[in-house]
């Protein structure tokens, strides 16, 4: 029995997301057309790829399920393959890299500018949709190479208005976690899944803290995957 009444769909953003309006668009270009002056400089080249990739090209981030779309927007295309938006812009790197290996320079400097998504629990200051702006050195012979990615940071970061002193560069090795990880016993690929539990507690120490760091490693926390037992 129809009520007579006509469904009208909320005006609203879905959650995650946002609009963006005049001052706020203008800014932020200028922002990133001083970002890309900066990678100019430093001679990198632009590359710009699609927003969707294929579920296989953008590798493990995907967990082994019958739909694999945790943490990304994912779905099936008419042949059946899989297809998801980019959650950052160093999967289509690697794609790329690998589909034109025998076109590219070597070693292969570009930086690349876009939104990205991610399929996570929204929450203050944390969106579906963000802006990435990456620079990316592939095939370099030494770390001089990660040398210049640091000033080059330092250059941009500089170039929008934070002065010196204000940041810090990090430097991360993934060779010292593998270390670790070996230690600690989570070598090997039947450990895949608790070493990917310890990344990212890691990744969430700065802003969990110490306590909030444990138990992620622990018996977990509400709204996160359970930890380590």
């Known amino acids: 029995m129809s009520t007579g009444k006509t469904h009208r769909p909320k005006a ?3 959650k995650g997301f946002r609009d963006y309006f005049g ?3 203008t800014t932020r270009k200028a922002m990133l057309d001083a970002i890309t002056a900066v990678y100019h400089r430093y001679g990198f080249d632009p590359l710009e790829t699609s927003a969707v990739e294929t579920v296989e090209a ?4 995907l967990p082994d399920v ?3 779309n945790e943490g990304v927007f994912a779905w099936q295309d008419e042949d059946m393959d899989w297809l998801a938006l980019r959650y950052d812009l160093t999967a289509p790197l690697a794609r790329v890299a690998a589909q034109y290996r ?4 070597s070693p292969y400097r570009r930086y690349a500018m876009g939104p990205v998504w991610r399929n996570e629990k929204p929450g203050p200051g944390r969106f579906r949709q963000f802006y990435q702006c990456d620079a990316d050195t592939v095939g370099a012979p030494s770390v001089a ?3 210049e990615i640091c000033a080059m940071l330092a250059d941009a970061l500089e170039a929008v208005g934070i002065e010196r002193g204000d940041y810090v560069v990090k430097v991360n090795n993934r060779k010292v976690l593998n270390g670790v990880m070996e230690v600690a016993g989570l070598a090997g690929d039947d450990k895949e899944a608790e070493r990917g539990i310890v990344l990212r507690a890691i990744d969430k120490i700065d802003r969990l803290g110490p306590e909030g760091f444990a138990r992620l490693l622990g018996e977990g926390r509400k709204g996160t995957r359970r930890g380590l037992h």
């Open 102 to 105: 025998n076109d590219l320079p």
């Open 12 to 14: 609203e953003a879905p």
């Open 58 to 61: 953008l590798g493990k981030f």
């Open 23 to 25: 001052a706020e668009v």
């Open 66 to 68: 019958d739909r694999p």
């Open 145 to 147: 190479a990660d040398a």
